[in-house]
């Protein structure tokens, strides 16, 4: 081990010694050629000398402080950098402010720091621009001192053997790799790490034999091309042996190929995701301006532990996304509102997964395991779009449903069948709402909030079990697309239960369906009793009806225009909607009729309504049917009420009402006024 100081002026670094090594700065020439054990100096004794590398260079160390020369690295020739020791002040290179460093070509003027020694050596590139870079030693150890900068997007920055330390400082480069079984490190330090090729593999490191440290700032590829592809490629596996990734720029495509990232952010990338698979170890950022193309590939969220965040700015992935692997513990948020496309799944198979009140559209979601699992489903809307099984809960041990005040839309109007399997889970599902369609909907018998449906003709099926509506059973169907209401298996009855109140329904068609629970269940007057149903009352229990009349009539029948569910809804609700009738014959005419228990009870009917022409016009009567003489006898009226203001109108019989009870113990009012 020796030093050698350059003293030969302008001349190639060679095999020939002559006068051109000193072995002291400033000393006389003659020296021998630097080996490979030898420090090398280019400093102020050297003077304006210009040395030129040759394939022959080599030296344990190149230090250049002061030297203000040129130091030329022709094309084709790799420097090798490094031997079983380390350089002196432990510095492997160490290039000065003040010096020119010229490269013949920026791939193959190339440094290769091949030093097994353990002891960390020092690497400054002093803002010069480097060539393809290679660390090669078993065992070497290097830190970088300086920001590093490769001079081409095409450059390679390799680590082979040892360990690279970033530092506190930048590395922008080319491409990164690190292959091989070979035992090596890479720890990125705190500084800015930026990948600029691009048409390529710009990022490939290994886990066989890799140690990764994951540094401060993600990994920037901000290549702007616009054509080909860029494949990365990270195996590791860990939250902090896999880097962040920022692909900041470009309107190519970016391949992740088998990747596992930490947080993977497309944040100014308005090109194309690949079909590969890969997972993301944090939180996952989406650009608007992206795309993807289809694949079956999963990306998977699998954080093990903490929160992370999930955005994706409006873009559509056309592949199944899957959170939690490997018994995590984590919680993800959505940032804003996710959207799969229609043919793929939105999965939690670990940890808990928060809407944060934002929508969910995707073609089925699946939580199937024993694994633990919380889905927090916030305030949104969950538009399932699929065929097939939308939804697959039907293995739900160590599942929670926090349902919130969420909607699960089964959007899908096609001929196939969807599934909604839940295996009698007996948690708390949210409200429902079928979009219709010819294709049949299987429901899992579990606890749902609201049932409704925005289309018909529809078929729903019940599964085995009991099905629980906690709110409002809002199903029904058109006078001329019925909806479909029976069993999963023709002919084994299913239940579909309420704990109390009024369900009013029109336009079914029902089928093994035993309506139950403490509600009373009205299919309506339109709907169709098939077969092998109890519980319902195919009717509303009540009949009204309205008409615009030249005369009154003498009976107590119904008129002509029957109430549909809305006019029930209206006129059964003590508020400020309405069923109406609107005409300009003689009489606008109303005629309410309910079947009661006995024919005894005191009678007392309330009516409340409004009126465009002011009762002091024309007043508005109400009378009650007399069964017993077959006459309409008088009840209330009000003659001072204006137009357009509520009032209220009663018949009561408390006494002796017998005679205003039908054969079925109906009681039939009706409110009429004469059009002046």
């Known amino acids: 081990m020796a030093n050698r100081y350059w003293v030969g002026g302008n001349a190639t670094w060679d095999s020939t010694a002559g006068t051109?090594?000193?072995?002291?700065s400033g000393g006389a020439g003659g020296a021998a050629v630097p080996t490979a054990a030898d420090d090398v100096f280019l400093d102020n004794g050297t003077g304006t000398g210009n040395v030129t590398l040759s394939s022959t260079s080599v030296c344990r160390s190149l230090n250049c402080t002061g030297y203000v020369g040129i130091l030329t690295h022709p094309a084709a020739t790799a420097f090798n950098i490094g031997d079983a020791t380390a350089g002196a002040g432990n510095i492997a290179l160490k290039l000065s402010a003040g010096m020119t460093y010229t490269k013949g070509n920026n791939l193959s003027s190339s440094i290769n720091y091949i030093s097994s020694s353990t002891t960390q050596q020092t690497v400054d590139y002093a803002g010069k621009t480097g060539g393809n870079l290679t660390f090669n030693g078993t065992g070497g150890s290097w830190?970088?001192?300086?920001?590093?900068?490769?001079?081409?997007?095409?450059?390679?920055?390799?680590v082979s053997y040892g360990t690279f330390n970033a530092g506190g400082f930048n590395v922008t480069v080319g491409i990164i790799t690190s292959t091989g079984t070979n035992a090596r490190s890479i720890v990125m330090g705190?500084?800015?790490?930026t990948v600029t090729a691009t048409n390529a593999t710009v990022y490939n490191v290994a886990s066989s034999g890799m140690t990764f440290v994951r540094g401060t700032l993600p990994i920037n590829f901000n290549n702007v091309g616009s054509t080909g592809t860029r494949t990365i490629t990270h195996t590791n596996t860990g939250e902090t042996s896999c880097p962040s990734i920022l692909i900041s720029a470009g309107t190519d495509t970016v391949n992740l190929s088998t990747g596992r990232f930490n947080n993977v952010d497309f944040t100014g990338f308005s090109g194309i995701l690949g079909t590969a698979l890969f997972l993301v170890w944090g939180s996952l950022t989406f650009s608007a301006g992206m795309t993807n193309t289809a694949t079956t590939n999963v990306l998977t969220m699998c954080a093990t532990s903490g929160s992370k965040t999930v955005t994706f700015n409006g873009t559509t992935l056309n592949r199944p996304l899957t959170f939690g692997e490997n018994a995590s513990t984590a919680d993800w948020t959505l940032q804003d509102a996710v959207i799969l496309d229609t043919a793929r799944t939105l999965g939690l198979a670990h940890g808990t997964l928060n809407a944060n009140n934002k929508n969910v559209t995707a073609g089925a979601?699946?939580?199937?395991?024993?694994?633990?699992?919380?889905l927090n489903m916030g305030t949104g809307t969950w538009t399932l779009t699929g065929t097939g099984t939308i939804w697959n809960t039907s293995t739900f041990t160590n599942l929670t449903i926090n349902e919130q005040s969420s909607t699960i839309v089964l959007s899908n109007t096609s001929a196939s069948t969807k599934t909604f399997s839940t295996?009698?889970?007996t948690q708390n599902y949210p409200s429902i709402v079928f979009a219709g369609g010819t294709g049949a909907f299987i429901m899992g018998a579990s606890s749902y909030y609201n049932w409704s449906n925005t289309g018909s003709p529809m078929t729903i099926q019940l599964g085995i079990g009991t099905t629980t509506i906690r709110g409002s059973f809002l199903v029904q169907g058109t006078a001329s697309n019925l909806v479909n209401l029976n069993s999963s298996t023709d002919g084994s009855q299913r239940t579909l239960s309420k704990?109390?109140?009024v369900v009013r329904v029109d336009y079914l068609s029902i089928k093994d369906i035993a309506a139950t629970g403490g509600a009373t269940w009205y299919a309506g007057p339109h709907s169709i009793n098939v077969s092998?149903?109890?519980?319902?009352?195919?009717?509303?229990?009540?009949?009204?009806?309205?008409q615009v009349l030249s005369s009154l009539p003498s009976n107590e029948a119904q008129l002509a225009n029957a109430f549909d569910l809305t006019d029930y809804s209206e006129a059964l609700a003590d508020d400020t909607s309405y069923a109406d009738s609107t005409g300009n014959n003689n009489y606008n005419a109303f005629v309410f009729s309910k079947a009661h228990t006995d024919n005894t009870t005191p009678i007392s009917v309330r009516w409340k309504g409004k009126t465009d022409l002011s009762p002091a016009s024309s007043p508005v009567i109400m009378q009650i049917y007399n069964y017993t003489t077959a006459t309409w006898m008088p009840a209330d009226s009000d003659n001072t009420t204006p137009a357009g203001t509520e009032f209220e109108l009663l018949a009561s019989v408390p006494v002796s009402p017998g005679n205003y009870y039908g054969s079925s113990n109906e009681v039939t009012v009706r409110v009429y006024q004469e059009n002046t």
């Open 365 to 374: 979601f699946s939580s199937a395991s024993t694994n633990t699992r919380i």
């Open 143 to 158: 830190i970088l001192t300086s920001d590093f900068m490769e001079a081409s997007v095409s450059c390679a920055f390799t």
């Open 20 to 24: 051109k090594w000193a072995t002291s």
């Open 532 to 546: 092998n149903n109890t519980g319902w009352i195919f009717g509303y229990g009540v009949s009204y009806s309205y």
């Open 190 to 193: 705190t500084g800015q790490w």
């Open 423 to 425: 295996n009698q889970h």
């Open 499 to 501: 704990a109390s109140g």
